[in-house]
């Protein structure tokens, strides 16, 4: 059986609404949306692609507690958006390739939707992970480009086990 963690997103209005994963999820009542920064759920885990720390396995409780939270920004407001917010548990997602339209191919750089299968995939939500790819024809494909690094991501320890992986990953 599936038990989605709560999942949060506080929605900005600077998309695109027809290509919008953040609007689709709402839509499909895969997710919260807010309309109001302050209303973001204070202890839930925020992904925020600048944090120092890198989500791991050990953060699954803090998920299964409190849910995820993402901000569904212009890319080029992300930056500036998560330095005007202060967030308690703040974790940046390790090495993973987009695979939304968008921004395909490109690392680090994922849609709203991406970021919360990967959290949830890490954080050993599996089967919620792949729930979640019914929102988009190409989330499969996110999981599958990815499927050797999320696995290993998910057998990690600790967030510095997650970076080992990655720089053991970038280096060869
Ligand atoms: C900048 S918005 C762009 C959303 C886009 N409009 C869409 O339709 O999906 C993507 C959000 O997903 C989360 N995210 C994306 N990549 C991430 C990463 N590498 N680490 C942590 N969070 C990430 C963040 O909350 C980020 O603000």
């Not at 299964?64 to 212009?74: N, V, Y």
């Not at 959290?119 to 499969?140: G, M, R």
């Amino acid at each position: 059986m599936i038990t989605m963690p709560k999942l949060f997103i506080y929605h900005a209005n600077q998309c695109n609404p027809k290509k919008c994963t953040s609007l689709k999820m709402a839509k499909m009542n895969k997710a919260i949306l807010l309309k109001n920064p302050y209303k973001v759920p204070k202890n839930s885990l925020i992904l925020n692609p600048y944090a120092e720390k890198a989500l791991s396995p050990e953060d699954k409780e803090i998920v299964e507690k409190f849910g995820i939270t993402a901000l569904d920004c212009s890319w080029k407001e992300a930056e500036l958006m998560f330095k005007k917010f202060k967030f308690k548990n703040q974790r940046s997602l390790p090495f993973l390739v987009a695979c939304n339209p968008i921004n395909y191919g490109k690392p680090c750089m994922l849609s709203t939707l991406e970021a919360f299968i990967a959290a949830l995939y890490i954080t050993n939500f599996k089967d919620e992970a792949w729930d979640l790819t019914s929102c988009f024809k190409w989330a499969e494909t996110f999981i599958k480009v990815n499927y050797e690094l999320l696995e290993r991501y998910s057998n990690a320890k600790n967030s510095m086990e997650v970076v080992e992986i990655q720089q053991d990953f970038l280096r060869k």
